[in-house]
């Protein structure tokens, strides 16, 4: 038998506004608050969960793990805008002009991706 994920942790300094950008963006709901932390699961409760977890430093350099996101049930450009309209900055990491996804960040500066194709398909898409 193999490990699984069971939770995916965000810092936060302040987990409030982070949990409900999350709870937004994912259309989950809260399955726990308590001393800070807020835990976020799917309607199905099927995992892994998403928690928010109190620090008390900032975030300081660029994320060495992060989401990545794929539209669901709508258009790559309807969901750049829902984000958008959710809080969701743009952000620079390095990435080039020639990228199939856009790379965002969480109201305490957290990246992530909304791809419009995932890396496998990209590739294995003819010239």
């Known amino acids: ?7 995916i942790c965000i810092d936060a300094v302040d987990p409030r506004p ?7 963006v994912l259309e989950w709901e809260v399955v726990e608050d308590s001393d800070g932390l ?21 975030k300081q350099v660029k994320n060495r793990l ?8 709508t258009s790559f450009e309807a969901e750049l805008g829902r984000l958008e309209s959710l809080g969701a900055q743009r952000v620079d990491v390095g990435q080039g002009p ?6 965002f960040a969480d ?3 957290n990246e992530f991706c909304l791809l419009r194709l995932s890396v496998q398909e990209a590739l294995a898409a003819p010239d």
């Open 1 to 7: 038998m193999s490990a699984r994920i069971s939770c």
């Open 18 to 24: 982070v949990a409900d950008f999350w709870a937004a």
């Open 38 to 58: 807020i835990s976020l699961a799917s309607p199905g409760r099927d995992q892994p969960t998403l928690d928010i977890v109190p620090v008390q430093e900032p």
């Open 66 to 73: 992060h989401l990545d996101l794929r539209a669901n049930r």
């Open 98 to 103: 020639d990228v199939t996804w856009v790379v």
């Open 107 to 109: 109201p305490e500066g």
